[in-house]
């Protein structure tokens, strides 16, 4: 069986007027169907730039990243965008809601895209807002959410069309505590009842503990991958497995 | 998925209505333009070719007095210088094919207790062959009757209506200048002439009779004018030229001389009239045009300032799956939506400034389907060919940059 992320030396390089600053240095990594990942590091570490990588946002400046085994540089641009709508969900720190539309028609979104009438997309929606426990709330806008409930919108919108991988970057930094807890809860049954791929970057070592397997970048380079201990969890492992 | 794009672009005007609105202005005011210049145009066109259609072709009307407009000139019609026999004499001319003369007097007319202001003229039978105007109902009157300076009268429509209502005209009588006249016939209708006066507000009655009862002594034997049917156009110029030296003759001009008489080719005026028509209203159409193109402009400003108003959005939109062609097609939808909407305010406008203007001028000013379907292809022609490229500037975007802005 394929493995459904393979990243192989992957390098990004951002150019800016000081000069060339390279966010990701070689990182490889395997993840395999149905795992349940997360992904720590300090600020700055290139987590977000590993994360847009994997969601086919970005592209690498070397190396080679395959998807389900194909090489994701040889894909068309149309290609790409069916990948976004219905390969990958992607759930943002910054939520990244339409703020003009209801949260309905914000879940809905993806599915108008990959042309699902609209009886059918609208009925999804709704399924999917009760399943994140904001089905009471459909004709909200974004404006008139809460943080916690703006972040619920948008992972309902991120499983849309049924994604194999949910990525999510820092979901539960905007949180508190206990409903950090229920959207993380939430993924777990995910993974573990429709066998969804769920990769989460995260800071909180409470979350990271919850996963199967811990990924920790520094200095845009993978410098330790395996269970969530605790010196893996609290970072005391740098420079351990380097 | 269109219409759900539909709405979308729908509501996205909607959230910036103040500016959608102005956007359009462009697009309204061309829109209007064109549709006012083409109901105007329109009007007086069909306004001109039904005057001609009413003249009579091929004819030139002989009127009294001098053409030319000197400070001591009567102006045309006003001397008593035509006579009877001058039309005799012109219906023997080459390529004449019936030379009538009529003379006309305003009188107030009386039927029972009815009263109406009108105008009487006398000519002779060949009068409503020259003019191509036939008799609805009744009869015209014979040579005999012309001869004889019979009371009978030929009535034009509106006379018939003010005078008779609903009942029938025919076989009664109607008094002028204390002279009782029998109605023998009531015309065709005929509609507005080139001033926007009513041709069928006359009664006509034989040339001898007007003379004898109607008409002040001291013209007695004088003539207003006389219409001369011509055989072709061709012939126009030349029985003018023929009518111009045999009246001179008879009139006993000397070189020195004006003519104390003019000739009018109405053909030709007519000709004019309705090239120059049509002409100022494909300018005006032209002007309306390249406020059309201004508006088209306009359009293309503002969707390029939405596209970088939300980059954001768009990558967003992009980051969920939306296609290159999902995002141009967003983008063009709405510059579509803004030119078609402003289109149709701007028929409404034009419509409506059409019906003040009809009113104010006296005429009709149709707006036709044609036009109106010319307006909305041309404004959906506008919103594509000026919202493709902001389309395909949002749609070049990378979703990455696009989410980081
Ligand atoms: N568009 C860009 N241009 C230049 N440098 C960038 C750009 N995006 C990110 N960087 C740099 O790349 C590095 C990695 O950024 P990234 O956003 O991946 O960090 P992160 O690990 O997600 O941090 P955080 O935990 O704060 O979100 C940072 O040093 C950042 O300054
Ligand atoms: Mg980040």
Not at chain 2, 370 to 384: L, P, R, T, Y
């Given at each position: 069986m394929t493995a459904l992320l393979a990243l192989d030396n992957v390098i990004k390089d951002y150019q800016s007027e000081a000069g060339t600053f390279r966010a990701l240095d070689g990182v490889s990594l395997v993840v395999e169907k149905g795992e349940l990942v997360s992904i720590m590091g300090p600020s700055g570490s290139g987590k977000s730039t590993l994360m847009n990588i994997i969601g086919c946002l970005d592209t690498p400046t070397a190396g080679i990243y395959r998807f389900d085994g194909t090489d994701t540089a040889t894909l068309s641009e149309t290609a790409l965008a069916r990948l976004r709508n219905a390969g990958i969900g992607f759930v943002f720190q910054q939520f990244n809601l339409l703020p003009r539309l209801s949260a309905l028609a914000n879940v809905a979104l993806p599915m108008v895209y990959s042309g699902v009438a609209k009886r059918d997309r609208d009925m999804r929606a709704q399924t999917l807002l009760a399943s994140v426990g904001i089905g009471d709330k459909p004709k909200s806008r974004p404006s008139q959410l809460s943080g916690g409930q703006q972040q619920r919108v948008a992972v309902a919108r991120s499983l849309a069309n049924s994604p194999e991988l949910l990525l999510a970057d820092e979901p539960t930094g905007a949180l508190d505590t206990k409903t950090g807890i229920e959207v993380l809860a939430l993924f777990r049954s995910l993974n573990e009842q429709q066998g969804v791929t769920v990769v989460i970057v995260t800071h909180d070592p409470e979350v990271a503990r919850a996963t199967n397997r811990v990924v920790r970048i520094q200095d845009g380079r993978v410098f330790y991958d395996g269970p969530p201990t605790e010196a893996a969890l609290y970072g005391h492992a740098e420079g351990a497995t380097a | 998925m269109i219409v759900t794009m539909l709405a979308e672009a729908w509501s996205a005007l909607i959230a910036n209505r103040l500016r959608s609105v102005l956007t359009m202005l462009g697009m309204i005011i061309g829109v209007a333009a064109v549709i006012l210049m083409l109901a105007i145009g329109g009007g007086v066109q069909k306004q001109v070719s039904e005057s001609i259609a009413g003249l009579g072709s091929n004819l030139l009307i002989v009127t009294a007095g001098s053409g030319r407009s000197g400070p001591l000139s009567g102006g045309a019609g006003s001397g008593a210088t035509l006579r009877i026999d001058d039309a005799d004499r012109i219906a023997e001319i080459d390529n004449v094919v019936a030379a009538a003369p009529s003379t006309n007097v305003p009188a107030q007319v009386v039927a029972g207790p009815i009263n109406w202001a009108t105008q009487v003229t006398g000519s002779v039978p060949a009068y409503f062959l020259v003019n191509e105007w036939t008799v609805g109902d009744g009869r015209t009157f014979t040579e005999r009757e012309e001869r004889a300076g019979a009371r009978v009268a030929v009535l034009g429509q509106t006379v018939a209506d003010k005078l008779f209502g609903a009942s029938d005209p025919l076989g009664q009588t109607i008094r002028a200048k204390g002279v009782s006249l029998r109605v023998i016939g009531i015309m065709e209708k005929r509609g507005q002439g080139f001033g926007g006066q009513d041709r069928d507000d006359v009664i006509i009655v034989p040339l001898t009779t007007a003379l004898r009862l109607l008409q002040g002594n001291a013209f007695r034997r004088s003539i207003r004018s006389i219409s001369v049917s011509v055989a072709s156009a061709d012939a126009l110029d030349q029985v003018e030229r023929d009518i111009t030296y045999l009246l001179r003759r008879t009139h006993r001009l000397k070189a020195s001389d004006d003519d104390d008489f003019s000739v009018a080719n109405l053909t030709a005026i007519t000709d004019t009239l309705s090239t120059t028509t049509a002409a100022i209203s494909l300018l005006l159409a032209a002007i309306g045009s390249i406020s059309l193109v201004v508006g088209g402009i306009g359009i293309m400003n503002i969707m390029l300032v939405s596209v970088t108003e939300r980059t954001r959005e768009i990558g967003i939109r992009m980051a969920i799956g939306a296609s290159r062609a999902a995002v141009r097609l967003q983008f063009l939808l709405e510059a579509l939506m803004l030119s078609l909407l402003g289109c149709g305010i701007g028929v409404a406008v034009g419509t409506g400034l059409a019906?003040?203007?009809?009113?104010?001028?006296?005429?009709?000013?149709?707006?036709?389907?044609?036009?109106?379907?010319?307006?909305?292809?041309?404004?959906?022609?506008?919103?594509?060919?000026?919202?493709?490229?902001?389309?395909?500037?949002?749609?070049?975007?990378?979703?990455?940059?696009?989410?980081r802005s």
């Open positions: - | 019906m003040v203007a009809g009113k104010f001028i006296g005429f009709d000013t149709a707006v036709t389907l044609f036009a109106i379907s010319i307006a909305f292809a041309v404004s959906a022609s506008i919103g594509i060919f000026f919202g493709w490229w902001p389309a395909t500037r949002a749609a070049k975007l990378s979703p990455i940059e696009a989410l």
